[in-house]
């Protein structure tokens, strides 16, 4: 009788485990990972909104700071006052009890893990979902550990080059994906579409990720004042707290029957995303947005600054690229998607869309990591 082999054990860690594109694309992947090949734990710093959808068969850990036990969080402030560090301490704990035979360190935003990780002695896979303006988050210090990892997958081709640019010689490329199961109607889409008064002649474009900056939120106002008045945007995501919201938010009052900021959307969202005609593109850089995908799993064409892993997914059957802050070729891109828009043909958008699959991605990333861990 052949002996199967035991599982490999992996602790992913990841910062809040909400509902960002990097954290979506970890419960996708965890979704479908082969539990004959591997044992996976999660821990995430905070009581993030995925794990109520985290397979039940994965032990997670939360981090002691936003833990549901009271006394564990009164705990690492005692540790703080002994000069411990509260997150080396719990990740010590975890992997003295399951022996995990690797971290997979998923977005930039762990800079713990990482130095942690080193005076373990612990092998490092870490999946890098951002380009260097994202960089910006984090210290010089977390960059240089995170180029410690014996293995960086990252999730488009320019941020792959982008990591080989630092001088990593070993980057893997696993393009992000949509696990289309989670692309749910409840058929609102008519009700919540009657808040915003529309016409038949009104042409809606969605937006969807955090109100900020590096989303290009300014970039709506110069944009408006030269698209065709017809033309309405409607932003899904989170309204962060910073000056340059705050100019597009006042500034955005003279467009208030054009532009419409509803905040985030959990249940609803795809009905929300549904209300659009197309999917509109403004970010400064973006990886390889999952926004991006679920607009093409809705049959929605896209429209776009080229800022990235955009360009390696959208082609002219699906829609259209411009240069980087070229307004007016931009306004004329969506403009010309609502003159030809009967010409795009939707079920090809969902059929294009479904070339990156949850399953044969998953394959891929067991693949990495099963070569990863022979070593």
């Not at 180029?147 to 982008?162: A, K, M, Q």
């Not at 008519?190 to 529309?198: E, G, I, K, M, R």
């Not at 002649?201 to 937006?207: E, K, L, P």
């Amino acid at each position: 009788m052949i002996k199967s082999e035991v599982p490999k054990k992996i602790l992913f860690i990841t910062p809040f485990f909400g509902r960002t594109g990097s954290e979506m694309q970890l419960l996708y992947i965890l979704e479908n990972l082969s539990t004959e090949k591997f044992e996976p734990f999660l821990y995430a710093r905070n009581d993030g909104a995925l794990l109520q959808d985290l397979p039940k068969h994965i032990k997670y850990f939360i981090g002691y700071k936003k833990h549901k036990n009271y006394l564990l969080r009164l705990f690492r402030l005692l540790l703080y006052v002994v000069n411990i560090n509260p997150i080396e301490f719990q990740l010590r704990i975890i992997q003295r009890k399951i022996k995990a035979d690797c971290w997979y360190i998923n977005t930039i935003a762990n800079r713990d893990a990482y130095r942690i990780a080193v005076k373990l002695g612990i092998k490092v896979i870490s999946h890098v979902h951002e380009m260097p303006l994202y960089f910006n988050m984090v210290k010089q210090q977390t960059i240089r550990d995170l180029l410690h990892s014996e293995t960086c997958i990252g999730c488009s081709s320019i941020v792959c080059e982008t990591l080989e640019d630092m001088g990593h010689k070993n980057v893997k490329l696993l393009h992000s994906f949509v696990d289309d199961r989670f692309i749910k109607l409840n058929n609102a889409t008519t009700n919540l579409a009657s808040q915003f008064n529309f016409t038949p002649s009104d042409f809606i474009w969605i937006v969807a990720g955090s109100v900020n900056s590096i989303k290009g939120v300014d970039f709506v106002i110069p944009l408006l004042k030269i698209l065709k008045s017809n033309h309405k945007i409607i932003w899904l995501g989170g309204i962060e707290d910073s000056g340059t919201t705050a100019y597009s938010l006042i500034a955005g009052e003279q467009f208030k029957d054009r532009l419409f900021f509803v905040g985030k959307k959990s249940v609803d969202y795809y009905d929300y995303f549904n209300i659009g005609n197309a999917f509109l593109s403004l970010s400064r850089q973006d990886s390889f947005p999952l926004v991006m995908q679920e607009a093409a799993h809705l049959g929605k064409p896209i429209a776009g600054f080229n800022s990235g892993g955009i360009a390696e997914y959208v082609k002219p059957e699906i829609g259209i690229i411009v240069n980087q802050l070229s307004f007016i070729d931009l306004a004329r891109a969506m403009e010309v998607i609502e003159e030809n828009y009967e010409s795009y043909d939707k079920e090809y958008i969902k059929s294009y869309a479904k070339t990156y699959n949850a399953i044969t991605q998953t394959k891929k990333i067991e693949a990495i990591l099963t070569e990863f861990l022979s070593h």
